[in-house]
């Protein structure tokens, strides 16, 4: 039997290796790398030296064991010991909304960012009314959003998770979330419901169709990404969006602008600051797809 105890890296990467983790792995008490990239299955490797990775590890299994849908990712198994905890997840081979929208080699339409979008209301939507007890996300942002062979997404992360109990609207939480993403009343007093993930939806429509980071630096004392979009609409919609989505000269420019101004109305009505004020998931969802049957119909 192989020791795998004083074993510093661990890289088996661009493998095309398939099928479970061994057990063997949580032997790896001494590794600083651990790369299983470019395999037929991927890890999320949880550090057990941080405060609170026992805990998140176990949310993470409880919530996703019960959760089907094929916009989450699917967990294919754990291996966990004292020393060494990662989730198995399904192999995304076009890898997250993030990689899409930044690198400069890549590039997503319209229509291809509208579909992710109505994916990840999908999977959102499915959290917190499909389920049995109402599941709060947390963290949507474009790095857990992640794409499959065809292009499919599929929301990833659920390390911080929160699950409401029976008659509950909200809980209050002391885990800080993705800076940018998060809503007001969650980042001010912790209080977490499923209108929180409705506003990091709608900072996430943005930054997808403005291709901008909220960290931007552009960003700074009262301007967020949030006050930028709507000091823009309706009249300069077109000094925020994506310039490589309105090409001068495209014949479907006024289809294109149209659909790019019902996003940024939606994504405007979930970042309300009041909570109570904001569009829930399932009319986000419907409002999505609507604005997409209008797209299509004027682009044929």
Sequence with gaps: MVSLQ???????????????IPQES??????????????YFSAKVFNVQLEGAFKSFDKECEILRNLRHRNL??????CSNLDFKALVLEYMPNGTLDKWLYSHNLFLNLLQRLDIMIDVAFAVDYLHNGYSTPVVHCDLKPSNVLLDQEMVAHVSDFGIA???GAGEAFVQTRTIASIGYIAP?????GIVSTSCDVYSFGILMMETFTRTRPSDEIFT???????????????????VVDSNLVQPGDEQIDAKMQCLL????????????????????KDALSTLKKIRLQLVSSLH
Aim: aromatic share 4%; hydrophobic share 40%.
């Design 185 to 189: 009343e969650y980042g001010q007093d």
């Design 221 to 239: 004392g009262d301007l967020s990404i949030q006050r930028w979009v709507s000091d823009s609409f309706p009249g300069e919609i077109h000094k």
């Design 162 to 164: 929160k699950m409401l």
């Design 262 to 281: 019902s996003i940024m109305e939606l994504a405007l009505n979930c970042t309300l600051v009041r909570p109570d004020a904001r569009i829930n998931m």
């Design 6 to 20: 004083d074993l510093i890296e661990f890289d088996v990467s661009s493998n095309l290796l398939s099928g479970q």
């Design 26 to 39: 949580g032997n790896l008490k001494a590794a600083v790398l651990i790369d299983l990239s470019r395999n």
């Design 73 to 78: 990712t699917k967990v294919i198994t754990s």
